[in-house]
């Protein structure tokens, strides 16, 4: 839609208090070229849009900006890290808010087993969950907020997609490239189930220097049981669960799945952020 026309509003558009905050985090507009038609935040309603009733690209209403210049920005978002940056800039600027450090000192890794569609990479089966589709490796600090996702095929164990997060994230901590909100130099904790016992547990303290404890179930626990700490990854999950296009996997690369965890936890962020 142009700027100048007025349309219907949606349950998932930013209000102005959601948009001022995330305002200043976006893309500065080019110098040259051709003036943009359609503004950020006419583009983030949209992809907020899809993101949380899982419609297709194609079907989103006539009355948001075109669908291909849409996917254009959220691919080209996802590509150069855009939807990372902004993901860590409202995770540290909420934590300081609720009156925590920026940077976690401890954190909580676990995955998540999800359906996907036919075709697409990197699909494989989860025996331990009966399930036939990718995983999603989330590390999350104790707020429950993403600190990073890592998309595999449901094949990968448990253990080498923690190696792959854990990885992924040190590299952001140690590699001059990456700018200032990647660098959680105060982790030093990370609690997982038991699925990550055994040799992880001295990789990570020979690798990484943190400590990965386990919290196992406990002896004779039948059903449902609230278990410390896997509880806030757990209700993370659930969150996810909630938009529609994270209920099932749709996409054709892993890489487009991590960016919908992020596009997520931006839109929760952001209601937090301007509204608690």
Same mark, same amino acid.
């Given at each position: 839609?142009?700027?100048?026309?007025?349309?219907?509003?949606?349950?998932?558009?930013?209000?102005?208090?959601?948009?001022?905050?995330?305002?200043?985090?976006?893309? !500065?507009?080019?110098?040259?070229?051709?003036?943009?038609?359609?503004?950020? =935040?006419?583009?983030?309603?949209?992809?907020?849009?899809?993101? @949380?009733?899982?419609?297709?690209?194609?079907?989103?209403?006539?009355?948001? $900006?075109?669908? =291909?210049?849409?996917?254009?920005?959220? =691919?080209?978002?996802?590509?150069?890290?855009?939807?990372?940056?902004?993901?860590?800039?409202?995770?540290?600027?909420?934590?300081?808010?609720?009156?925590?450090? *920026? &940077? $976690?000192?401890? &954190?909580?890794?676990?995955?998540?087993?999800?359906?996907?569609? %036919?075709?697409?990479? %990197? @699909?494989?089966?989860? /025996?331990?969950?009966?399930?036939?589709?990718?995983?999603?490796?989330?590390?999350?600090?104790?707020?429950?907020?993403?600190?990073?996702?890592?998309?595999?095929?449901?094949?990968?164990?448990?253990?080498?997609?923690? *190696?792959?997060?854990?990885? &992924?994230?040190?590299?952001?901590?140690?590699?001059?490239?990456?700018?200032?909100?990647?660098?959680?130099? =105060?982790?030093?904790?990370?609690? /997982?189930?038991?699925?990550? @016992?055994?040799?992880?547990?001295?990789?990570?303290?020979? *690798?990484?220097?943190?400590?990965?404890?386990?919290?196992?179930?406990?002896?004779?626990?039948?059903?449902?049981?609230?278990?410390? !700490?896997?509880?806030?990854?757990?209700?993370?999950?659930?969150?996810?669960?909630?938009?529609?296009?994270?209920?099932?996997?749709?996409? @054709?690369?892993?890489?487009?799945?991590?960016?919908?965890?992020?596009? /997520?936890?931006?839109?929760?962020?952001?209601?937090?952020?301007?509204?608690?």
């Amino acid at each position: 839609m142009s700027t100048n026309q007025p349309r219907q509003v949606y349950p998932t558009d930013l209000d102005d208090n959601e948009w001022n905050v995330i305002s200043p985090l976006m893309p !500065k507009p080019a110098s040259t070229g051709r003036q943009r038609k359609h503004t950020w =935040r006419d583009i983030l309603n949209a992809i907020f849009y899809v993101t @949380r009733n899982g419609c297709l690209w194609r079907a989103l209403p006539h009355d948001f $900006p075109p669908w =291909r210049t849409v996917y254009h920005y959220f =691919r080209k978002w996802r590509v150069d890290g855009t939807w990372e940056r902004l993901n860590t800039a409202l995770r540290e600027r909420l934590r300081e808010k609720l009156g925590r450090n *920026k &940077a $976690p000192s401890a &954190a909580i890794v676990d995955s998540q087993s999800v359906k996907t569609v %036919e075709g697409g990479q %990197e @699909r494989g089966y989860d /025996a331990g969950k009966k399930v036939s589709g990718r995983k999603r490796h989330l590390i999350v600090d104790m707020l429950g907020l993403v600190m990073l996702v890592v998309v595999t095929a449901g094949s990968v164990q448990d253990r080498d997609g923690a *190696k792959m997060v854990l990885g &992924a994230l040190w590299q952001r901590i140690k590699k001059p490239r990456y700018p200032h909100w990647w660098r959680f130099c =105060r982790l030093e904790l990370i609690w /997982a189930d038991g699925g990550y @016992r055994g040799e992880l547990v001295d990789w990570v303290k020979r *690798k990484f220097g943190w400590t990965l404890q386990i919290v196992e179930r406990l002896g004779g626990q039948q059903g449902f049981v609230l278990l410390p !700490k896997r509880w806030i990854v757990e209700r993370t999950i659930a969150w996810l669960n909630r938009q529609r296009r994270l209920s099932r996997d749709y996409e @054709r690369l892993p890489k487009t799945g991590e960016a919908f965890v992020y596009v /997520a936890m931006i839109r929760l962020m952001l209601n937090r952020l301007a509204h608690d």
